[in-house]
């Protein structure tokens, strides 16, 4: 099993930045990607970004390319999100994401909410 513990969400204003991450543990040799989803009220959760862990690479959700960069520290077991140009539309929970062991399993942290207000 694998356990994934977020942190950084908080409140900013428009235009603002945050740092989310998000540490894994347990049986992290078997993670093949970590990542970002987000739910806002009365909206399915989508995809914010994904990295892989070994390799570069990375997949972005269409509302926040070129705002949003997605990294690791693979020492660390760590996964990190630097949102800048925040707008309100991505104020929502912010849930880590990993598939790890031979079939992919889905792991979710508790998720951490990132308010931007206008």
């Known amino acids: 099993q694998v356990q994934l513990t977020e942190s950084g969400g908080g409140l900013v204003q428009a235009g603002g930045s945050l740092r989310l991450a998000c540490a894994a543990s347990g049986r992290t040799d078997t993670v093949h990607t970590m990542g970002w989803f987000r739910q806002a009220p009365g909206k399915e959760r989508e995809l914010v970004a994904a990295i892989r862990w070994s390799g570069s690479a990375t997949d972005y959700g269409e509302s926040v390319k070129g705002r949003f960069t997605i990294s690791r520290d693979n020492a660390k077991n760590t996964v990190y999100l630097q949102m800048t140009s925040l707008k309100p539309e991505d104020t929502a929970v912010y849930y880590c994401?990993?598939?790890?062991?031979?079939?992919?399993?889905?792991?979710w942290g508790q998720g951490t909410q990132v308010t931007v207000s206008s």
């Open positions: 994401h990993t598939a790890a062991g031979s079939s992919g399993f889905d792991y």
